[in-house]
């Protein structure tokens, strides 16, 4: 029989695995999380999706989620008011994913979008994954449990994002009018090399394993997104309305889209050798676009 110890306070529960104590760390994590507004309806959009949860050792990255299996994994490693910033975070891609996300570790989907769209739509994704998640623990900290928020800022990786989102608060009603959220989001591009480290996994590693299989055939770089639309498809907030205070149009320009030297060169010798020529007009094009 399950004790009350073990009692999520969101519906419905999540499907945990793992050891008992692995289950009473996470449940645990739950319900410190459950008493923001955005962190449990962020938790309650993947439960509800059938995300399960679950820790495994990952090597030099606190969590994952992944699309295809519908799991959150958490690195057991890190101490626990670090990894509920981490479940956040990884709780808003599943609800991202279930609103038609695309994975960008999915080598297997073709990239009919231009290469400035791919890059402003994967690093969106992770800008707002973390304002979500610094949005929560600061709704926490509003109720009384501040640890998280403080650990996350601590974070090396954090501290643009965490900044950024403290001196938003300090104008009235920042937490709850989106603007707090807001410089969360447009803090994480101040960090280059987390930006280089995504722009090397979803966008160098996918062409490459494109390449390898001869999948690239197929991809034609062409599709336009725009900022607005992005911004619209991925800053939601609990009602469902955009939070996002600034121009989206920013995201389109100087170093929202710059791209490292090293990864720079890297698309370039890729783009050179897309298969068809009519691709190879758009890579150009493409290449030009993004800038260094
Ligand atoms: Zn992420």
Redesign the pocket.
């Known amino acids: 029989m399950q004790n009350s110890k073990n009692e999520q306070l969101i519906d419905p529960p999540f499907e945990i695995q793992g050891s008992e104590q692995e289950k009473n760390r996470i449940v645990n994590m739950i319900n410190q999380i459950a008493i923001s507004e955005t962190g449990k309806q962020t938790l309650e959009i993947a439960s509800n999706a059938g995300y399960k949860l679950g820790m495994e050792f990952i090597f030099g990255c606190n969590g994952a989620c992944s699309k295809e299996k519908k799991i959150i994994v958490l690195n057991p490693v890190s101490k626990d008011d670090v990894l509920i910033g981490v479940l956040a975070?990884?709780t808003r891609?599943a609800g991202q994913f279930e609103r038609g996300e695309y994975d960008a570790s999915d080598d297997k989907r073709p990239r009919n979008e231009t290469l400035k769209s791919n890059i402003m739509r994967t690093r969106a994704v992770?800008a707002d994954?973390q304002a979500t998640a610094v949005q929560i623990l600061g709704e926490m900290m509003e109720n009384g449990n501040e640890k998280p928020l403080i650990e996350f800022c601590r974070q090396p990786d954090n501290q643009f994002i965490g900044k950024a989102f403290s001196n938003a608060l300090y104008e009235e009603g920042a937490l709850y009018n989106g603007s707090a959220r807001t410089a969360a989001f447009l803090a994480w591009y101040e960090n280059k090399p987390i930006m280089k480290a995504y722009d090397q996994a979803y966008q160098v590693d996918m062409m490459e394993h494109r390449e390898e299989s001869g999948a690239n055939k197929v991809d034609t770089y062409k599709k336009i997104e725009t900022p607005e639309k992005i911004v619209k498809d991925l800053c939601l907030d609990n009602k469902g309305e955009c939070y996002f205070k600034a121009n989206p149009e920013v995201l389109g320009q100087g170093k929202f889209v710059e791209v490292d030297y090293e990864i720079q060169e890297k698309l370039d010798a890729l783009m050179q050798r897309v298969p068809n020529n009519q691709t190879k007009l758009n890579a150009m094009k493409n290449l030009k676009s993004v800038g260094r």
Do not use: F
């Open positions: 975070h990884e891609h992770e994954a």
